[in-house]
């Protein structure tokens, strides 16, 4: 490859004499932009704008009467009554909900009443349960002495009920 090195630029006027007159018509803009033309434009530009958002308004405001004159369900939802969203739901006034938890469970604890008739079990007032609990004790089981000492031969305790009932297990 060569390489060329020249101390000064080289002017193509000096080499292509084409170059030193300018050709007629090239010459910088003489005049400016037409401001009336851009002015125009704009004009229009903006009165369509309004034009269509004023068309959309009103259009949107078609649709939205005709939906609520032909408010009717959907073709497959017709003989369905409106069902509501698997539990749980949302609450409106969560608030309120618990205050009437607690008042019924408030009332439970402080009322009598029957659980159950057959059975002869009925509900008394917390504050009297307890009161009796203490005055007659809780119920205890009877004691059978060395129970466990009288374990029938091949009997073990069975692992899937916490050692509470026995089981025979081939040695």
Excluded at 76 to 85: H, N
Excluded at 113 to 131: C, N, T, V, Y
């Amino acid at each position: 490859m060569a390489h060329f090195q020249h101390s000064e630029a080289i002017d193509p006027t000096e080499t292509n004499p084409e170059y030193r007159d300018t050709p007629p018509g090239a010459a910088h803009e003489h005049t400016d932009a037409n401001v009336w033309l851009i002015a125009k434009f704009g004009l229009w530009l903006l009165i369509s704008a309004i034009v269509i958002h004023v068309g959309m308004g009103f259009l949107f405001g078609l649709f939205v009467e005709q939906r609520t004159e032909a408010e009717q369900p959907f073709p497959l939802a017709v003989g369905q009554e409106r069902r509501l969203p698997a539990e749980p739901r949302l609450q409106q006034f969560p608030e309120n909900e618990f205050y009437e938890f607690r008042q019924r469970e408030e009332r439970t604890l402080q009322s009598y009443g029957w659980i159950d008739r057959e059975a002869g079990r009925i509900q008394i007032p917390i504050a009297e349960a307890m009161r009796l609990t203490v005055e007659r004790g809780l119920p205890a089981r009877v004691a059978q002495p060395d129970a466990q000492a009288e374990e029938p031969r091949g009997l073990i305790p069975a692992d899937s009920s916490s050692d509470r009932t026995m089981e025979r297990r081939a040695r």
